[in-house]
């Protein structure tokens, strides 16, 4: 979506840390999620942040929350193979929290 | 459950034919979506249902689209006539209580119209 801007691609070493940057517009979004797709199939929920937290950790993920600047992160910690997918960040619609915004994703290699 | 289940998984029809895309969503789920995603335009929101009533379609391109949800367990997207541009994955998803649970999303149905 528009309001939701990322970088296309990302290449990180096998083992390295990741970390994929997200900017979102709407400041009054209640939720701001990371959706990871893996090659044909759909977007699986991988983490979300309240808008009143800073920062959230789930096991390898990591997501950082900047409110002043609209900006969202993820970083995954000791980054496998099975992390090559592509990551899509989205924000909760201002006026209904059912509606989501996605960005337009960010591919992310892994190489040996 | 198996998860949110669309068919069929790839369809390539001809332009002006009538496409009908299949979901059936999570047993229990209230909300279902409609998503399409391009290269261009990124995962897109077509139209969302809660309790079989459609609740937002503002995303549906055109007349040509058109969606129903005839029971809890069902929802078809219909486009007719197809066109080119219509070719995309289409996404649908299911949910328990909208965005702010977990959004399920099924495997998408590759449409090619030439």
């Known amino acids: 979506g528009e309001d939701v801007e990322q970088s296309l691609f990302l290449s990180v070493r096998e083992g390295d840390s990741s970390v994929i940057n997200c900017t979102y517009t709407?400041?009054?979004?209640?939720?701001l999620y990371w959706y990871k797709q893996e090659p044909g199939a759909g977007l699986q929920l991988l983490t979300y942040i309240f808008s009143n937290m800073d920062m959230k950790q789930d096991q390898r993920l990591t997501v950082l929350l900047n409110k002043k600047d609209k900006h969202l992160s993820l970083r995954i910690a000791d980054t496998q193979t099975g992390d090559s997918a592509i990551y899509f960040c989205a924000e909760s619609d201002r006026s209904n929290d059912y509606k989501l915004s996605f960005g337009a994703g960010t591919t992310v290699t892994v190489r040996a | 459950d198996a998860g949110v289940i669309q068919s069929p998984r790839h369809e390539v029809t001809e332009m002006g034919q009538e496409v009908t895309l299949r979901c059936k969503p999570i047993?229990?789920?209230?909300?279902l979506f409609w998503y399409r995603q391009t290269m261009m335009r990124g995962l897109e929101l077509l139209i969302y249902f809660n309790n079989n009533v459609p609740i937002d379609d503002s995303g549906m391109p055109e007349d040509r689209f058109s969606a129903k949800m005839p029971n809890a367990s069902f929802s078809t997207l219909k486009i007719q006539p197809s066109e080119p541009r219509d070719s995309a994955v289409y996404f649908c998803?299911?949910?328990?209580?909208?965005?702010?649970?977990?959004?399920?999303f099924g495997s998408g149905t590759q449409l090619s119209v030439l």
């Open positions: 998803a299911s949910s328990l209580r909208g965005g702010i649970e977990k959004l399920f």
């Open positions: 709407d400041s009054s979004s209640t939720y």
């Open positions: 047993s229990g789920h209230d909300y």
